[in-house]
């Protein structure tokens, strides 16, 4: 047995990663002892280390790492399976780790340690690293800072940098409510029971989070979604895996070519067209379907990497068109329009892809890993279509209760870009919200029994408020759905399979002026009823704090805000 000084990452700021952190150390070690900033002392006489490297470059909380003492995996599966860890301290190398020695990853400290940057945090620093293209060599700069061999004020910067949860190809889109990368490689290392040829299932795939950080751990994994815009961007992250710089260039410039092989002349949505009739703007609108039409005609040169420059584009119309959706139950939406031109922020994706691409290969190269290609399907969770017992793990976060949320019009908020690539047209958009979990659209049948006690008193409180009762048959309707989808989840799960299910731990109802509670929904135990009902066992659940606040200046403006991670077993 080994001992080594595992240091978390300088950005993780809640407790309660940290708990998740334990748990992943806890996989790695025989056993493990937690560090203190203020009794560094006390893990010196474990690990003498000098407290410097114990110290710098740590979180400012109190817990700032641990002492592994490591029987199972050697250094390099730590490496490249770990994910809250910023850095691997270790007094000597195995026989099976001197071929570590001299990659850029690892640097041997003034007091002969060697320190070894993992594969997930150098993702994060070179995708923030101001480059347009990263390299083995940049890796370098990172692992002699974070050895104390040298100090870089940008370097260390990117290191304590807040928010870094969308490294290389996970940032190419933006998704409302997506998965914290970090905290999905965590559960699919854990949960994984070291098998090597694990199928991995994320039946609701949205961005593609699990789908990434499968590729990258070597699992075969398949994402189903019945949003084709969120199977264009999965699909679109797993083709820049290996997607080569050169060939990303050479796409630049057949995008770039202003005659197109045929003119698209665009047209808003109905239900986003009549937003500018109503304002008597209509030579606004005119002028953002013309722009519109100029960034997506380019799209017609590309064959190979069109995939990723539709998203690229698809990106941008995201963030000139901010669709918010009211709440209301009756699909009332804001829209505000940012000032920055779509052709610059295009632009500025298109290079993104070119960076991102650069991070993937340094980290493939860097690291000698091999990435399995996911496979993306557009379904829907309720009706796989795929055999019984065929899956190892499933990893899945579906849409959380709508009747509070604001989302009960999944599609509408992405209807620009969707409508702009050809993906879909208006009556195909409302089609699919019939079938969409969660939607107000949808037409699962309402039925009076069968689902547990605490959705029937949702379904009462909405259907006695005239403010609500309108969300009463969809709040049911989404139940009877994540029943259809736990069920499909169970058929195609292999015995002692394990389902790994966040959804939001709670849902209120609030006063509109006040925010005065009126109804609490408490989703996580209506969620455990309805998993063991379809004959899961319900082996562990986590309540994980999620770093965000309302920070509207009202009354509940400082409440916590959780998600609950239930690791379910099939028997």
Not at 226 to 242: F, H, M, P, R
Request: net charge positive; charged share 25%; proline share 3%.
């Amino acid at each position: 047995m080994r001992t080594a000084y595992l240091k978390l990452r300088a950005n993780i700021e809640l407790d309660g990663d940290v708990l998740i952190a334990e748990r992943e150390v806890k996989f790695f070690c025989e056993q493990f002892l937690s560090v203190k900033r203020h009794k560094v002392s006390e893990a010196m006489k474990h690990f003498n280390l000098a407290e410097e490297n114990y110290l710098s470059n740590a979180r400012k909380n109190e817990v700032i790492g641990f002492i592994g003492f490591i029987k199972k995996h050697d250094i390099n599966s730590i490496l490249i399976r770990s994910s809250f860890i910023q850095e691997i301290w270790v007094d000597k190398l195995l026989k099976t780790e001197t071929e570590l020695e001299g990659k850029a990853f690892c640097q041997l400290s003034n007091d002969g340690f060697y320190c070894f940057v993992p594969l997930f945090p150098a993702a994060e620093f070179l995708t923030y690293f101001k480059r347009n293209e990263v390299h083995p060599s940049d890796l370098k700069h990172f692992a002699l800072h974070l050895s104390n061999k040298s100090c870089n004020s940008e370097i260390e910067k990117i290191i304590c940098k807040s928010s870094t949860s969308a490294p290389h190809a996970h940032g190419l889109h933006k998704y409302k409510a997506k998965f914290f990368p970090r905290l999905v490689r965590t559960f699919l290392v854990t949960e994984s029971e070291n098998k090597e040829d694990l199928v991995v299932l994320d039946p609701f795939a949205g961005s593609g989070t699990t789908l990434l950080e499968s590729a990258f751990l070597g699992y075969q994994s398949i994402g189903v979604d019945i949003d084709k815009l969120s199977c264009l961007i999965s699909e679109s992250k797993i083709e820049l895996l290996t997607a080569p710089l050169n060939a990303i260039q050479k796409e630049t410039q057949e995008y770039h070519r202003k005659n197109g092989r045929e003119k698209h002349n665009y047209k808003f949505p109905s239900w986003i067209s009549q937003k500018f009739d109503r304002r008597n703007n209509t030579d606004e609108r005119d002028s953002y379907e013309k722009e519109i039409s100029a960034i997506t005609t380019g799209l017609q040169n590309l064959n190979g990497g069109k995939a990723l420059f539709q998203t690229a584009v698809s990106d941008a119309v995201s963030r000139k068109f901010n669709i918010r959706m009211m709440g209301t139950g009756v699909g009332r939406f804001a829209m505000e329009i940012q000032k920055s031109s779509l052709n610059k922020m295009v632009t500025a994706n298109i290079k993104f892809l070119a960076k991102a691409s650069s991070v993937i290969a340094t980290l493939k190269s860097a690291y000698g890993i091999t990435i399995k290609k996911p496979k993306v399907v557009n379904g829907n969770a309720t009706s796989l279509l795929m055999a019984n017992q065929s899956i190892d793990l499933i990893l899945t976060s579906p849409p959380y209760l709508p009747a509070s949320s604001g989302r009960e019009d999944y599609l509408i908020g992405k209807s620009i870009s969707i409508t702009a690539l050809r993906l879909m047209n208006e009556d195909e958009i409302a089609h699919a919200e019939t079938g969409s979990v969660g939607s107000m659209k949808n037409q699962t049948q309402f039925i009076e029994n069968g689902l547990p006690d605490r959705v029937y008193q949702l379904y009462a409180f909405l259907k006695n408020d005239p403010l609500r009762n309108i969300k009463a048959e969809p709040t049911c309707a989404y139940y009877e759905d994540i029943k259809k989808s736990l069920a499909e989840s169970f058929r195609v799960l292999k015995h002692k399979g394990k389902a790994i299910y966040v959804i939001g731990k709670e849902s209120v109802f609030y006063t509109f002026k006040t925010r005065e509670v009126l109804f609490k929904v408490e989703c996580d135990k209506i969620f455990e009823e309805l998993a063991t009902d379809t004959g899961f066992e319900v082996k562990d659940i986590i309540h994980v704090e999620l770093n965000k606040k309302n920070r509207n200046a009202r009354p509940r403006a400082l409440d916590k805000f959780y998600e609950s991670v239930f690791i379910l077993e099939k028997p």
